[in-house]
């Protein structure tokens, strides 16, 4: 095995151009359900052992993040395959194939498997090529229907394809039944329209704590957007990022000290609410005392 950070539960290897007797042994690993996180971040698998790895994956009871980011995922014969082996297992709960060029094509051959699976809940995404098409997709792994949890957090980062068509859709399925928590959509094409839409959705959901709109086009009048929100209405947003866009310095300082305000109040109330502990107990035994006391005197 190359030289890695090797676990209990854990193979993270990055960089690496894994032989075949590499895979087989982390294909073993997971056969025997003894690895709970796998990272080949930017590795490279010939074609002959990715399949016999997507297999194990598949197979695997005790999996429960995988990390094929930078290129594991580099053509749509190995979306299929992982496709199928998602379709078979029922332990991942994180999946990360940021820079992955997947493409919609590639999201359409994956949808089927992640949209049954019942444990998935964290989905990064970014730098994958999409477009319009695979957002519409992607809105129906959002809410929880039952059978799985929906998504709670959601990397779209660096997915300049997607218009403001694709931002609206987006927005109006958070708006309307998502979970989610964090949402990262840095380096995309959003502009002052998406963001006025993503303000709607930051008002109306309970729980999403941190956006990331990094380099998104936004001016300064989307920073006074975000900044009209977090200052006169109630938010569960904990974090938002807007550097590297058109809002001034100012602006930002004001949305972070709102947010850090609101913050300190929800714990504030979250601590009144909890229950204090019962001093029945203590007052109980000290009248028996007493009444003890009074009876031998």
Request: proline share 3%; net charge negative.
């Amino acid at each position: 095995m190359p030289t890695g950070n090797m676990l209990l539960g854990s193979i993270q290897i990055s960089g690496e151009h894994l032989s075949t007797v590499e895979v087989r042994d982390v294909c073993d690993s997971l056969k025997n359900n003894s690895t709970r996180l796998l990272s080949l971040r930017g590795c490279k698998i010939d074609e002959e052992d990715f399949g016999p790895l997507a297999t194990a994956i598949g197979e695997s009871k005790s999996i429960v993040q995988l990390n094929l980011n930078l290129g594991v995922v580099c053509d749509m014969n190995r979306a299929r395959l992982l496709g199928e082996a998602l379709s078979r297992n029922r332990s991942l709960n994180s999946l990360f194939l940021h820079g992955s060029p997947l493409g919609d094509e590639g999201i359409t051959v994956l949808i089927t498997a992640l949209s049954t699976h019942p444990f998935l809940t964290s989905l990064d995404l970014g730098d994958c090529r999409l477009g319009d098409a695979s957002i519409k997709h992607i809105c129906s792994l959002l809410p929880p229907d039952g059978a799985r949890q929906g998504i709670h957090d959601l990397t779209l980062s660096a997915n300049p394809a997607i218009t403001a068509r694709g931002w609206a859709q987006l927005a109006v399925a958070l708006a309307s039944s998502s979970t989610i928590r964090t949402l990262c959509l840095d380096y995309n094409t959003i502009g002052d329209y998406g963001a006025g839409m993503l303000a709607v959705v930051v008002a109306g959901t309970r729980t999403l704590e941190v956006l990331d709109l990094e380099g998104t086009g936004m001016t300064e009048f989307g920073g006074q957007v975000f900044l009209d929100l977090v200052k006169n209405y109630p938010v569960s947003l904990k974090q938002l990022v807007l550097c590297e866009n058109g809002v001034s310095e100012e602006t930002q300082q004001q949305v972070n000290s709102c947010l850090s305000v609101n913050t300190e109040d929800a714990t504030q109330e979250q601590a009144a609410e909890e229950p204090q502990p019962s001093t029945s107990a203590s007052t109980s035994g000290s009248h028996d005392r007493n009444a003890a006391a009074a009876v031998e005197a």
